[in-house]
């Protein structure tokens, strides 16, 4: 069976550890554990490897978080992998910073590399795994808040939580959404 996860983040030095790219930071850690090298290709950086006799390729759109869809729609006919054996890794302001939560479907909630997953597609019938970045900020500060970089304690506070959303992630190639999600979600 073939998989596909894309983590969602924008390209560039400038944000590299800022809240909006927490999906591609997930990757990145897996990409690690995996000894894994991202190569840029069509519309991403990809990386591929086998888990429990499952193919598994790993994506960060370099489309910027505004035209994830793009990069998710070629990859998925590329490799010929059906939604079901999707999974985005998105951030989240409704959560907790480090709050994990997989769902099968749901709205974008205003996130903009999830409208335009949901515009490419024609529905909101996905699955995702949320990754929580909190709300502390200001009233009408909140592009700042996502595209600024999370400090030294709250990367202390996080980078648990990234090896769980990897845990997250094989199991969800491995068992499904559904044992995933009783089992794993916060």
């Not at 690690?32 to 840029?40: D, I, P, Q, S």
């Not at 700042?144 to 992630?169: Q, W």
């Amino acid at each position: 069976m073939k998989y596909l996860i894309v983590g969602l983040g924008n390209i560039g030095p400038e944000y590299a550890f800022t809240r909006h790219n927490a999906g591609f930071m997930v990757l990145d850690r897996l990409a690690a554990k995996e000894n894994l090298t991202f190569k840029v290709d069509r519309l991403a950086s990809v990386a591929e490897f086998k888990y429990k006799s499952r193919s598994i390729t790993l994506i960060k759109p370099t489309t910027y978080m505004n035209l994830s869809g793009k990069a998710l729609q070629h990859w998925m006919s590329v490799l010929k992998i059906p939604i079901d054996n999707v999974m985005i890794l998105v951030d989240d302001l409704a959560l907790p910073l480090g709050k994990l939560r997989i769902k099968p479907k749901g709205s974008s909630a205003g996130h903009n590399g999830l409208k335009n997953i949901e515009l490419v597609l024609g529905n909101d019938i996905y699955p995702r795994l949320k990754i929580g970045i909190g709300s502390d900020f200001p009233k009408g500060r909140q592009v700042d808040y996502v595209l600024g970089k999370f400090s030294d304690n709250d990367m202390i506070d996080l980078l648990p939580k990234l090896d769980k959303a990897i845990d997250m992630i094989l199991s969800f190639c491995t068992v499904g959404i559904a044992p995933t999600m009783n089992f794993l979600n916060e």
